[in-house]
């Protein structure tokens, strides 16, 4: 099953799209072989569950980054990811203000179909 995914990166940088070939389900292995390098740094990966365009999706994250942004070496916040992550509760709860919320930080990588079971 064609799986298509968008890399989305801290700054100004474009985003990168991507596309592999998996099963339905391609489980942790599949996943994990996949977005950690993509991910960069060694970081260790985060599922987070997003709405993205009206639909359920997945999105990964660096397991650490929330806490890396008050390090030696922080990991810079990544607004695009930031807003794919806060939508979800935005959409249920308008009137809340969504720099409350917590952010993304370093490079996240959204699947365009549910890919964690």
């Known amino acids: 099953m064609k799986t298509e995914y968008t890399i989305l990166k801290p700054g100004d940088v474009p985003v990168e799209r991507g596309e592999v070939d998996w099963p339905k389900e391609p489980g942790y ?49 990544n607004d695009r990811a930031t807003a794919v992550y806060r939508n979800n509760w935005m959409t249920q709860h308008p009137d809340q203000d969504p720099e409350t919320l917590p952010g993304i930080a370093g490079n996240a990588i959204l699947f365009h179909r549910i890919v964690w079971t």
């Open 29 to 77: 292995q599949l996943i994990k072989a996949l977005v950690e390098p993509l991910l960069g740094d060694n970081e260790p990966l985060e599922h987070v569950a997003v709405l993205h365009d009206g639909k359920r999706r997945d999105m990964f994250v660096s397991e650490y980054g929330h806490m890396r942004l008050t390090t030696r070496e922080p990991l810079p916040i």
